[in-house]
Every structure is written in C-alpha cells, then in structure tokens.
C-alpha cells in the first residue's frame, strides 16, 4: 500500500481544501441555476409537469383506471 513520506504542508492542504470547496460552489450554482429555469419554464432539455399533469409511473390517475 503506497504512503505519503513527508507531512503535507499546511499552505498546501489549504489549496486542497480550497479548490474543493470552489468546485462544490460552482456545481450548486450551476443546480441552483437549472432548478430556476425548469421552474420558470425556460429550460430547453427538460420538461416539468406541475402536479395536476403528472405523468410517469406513479401517475395516481393511471394506477386507478388499472386497479378498477
């Protein structure tokens, strides 16, 4: 099993920890962003039913017509 030799350095985890930090910012930006737009109604790559138009496999209206 390969293991560090020296200490890592404090500046250097903090650059670590920093860039991580900037990734996950970006990432909940960019979902932030998207749940924005599929709720306003601008996103072009998805589509959003609200609920009286639900359509899928938990359906409510569906799954009555089956059981009845």
Not at 43 to 63: H, V
Request: hydrophobic share 35%.
């Amino acid at each position: 099993m390969a293991v560090p030799k020296k200490r890592t350095s404090r500046a250097k985890k903090l650059i670590c920890k920093n860039i991580w930090k900037n990734k996950a910012y970006w990432a909940a930006l960019k979902a932030f962003s998207f749940a924005k737009s599929v709720s306003m109604g601008n996103s072009k790559s998805f589509s959003f039913y609200g609920e009286g138009d639900s359509k899928g496999f938990l359906s409510t209206e569906k799954n009555n017509k089956t059981l009845k």
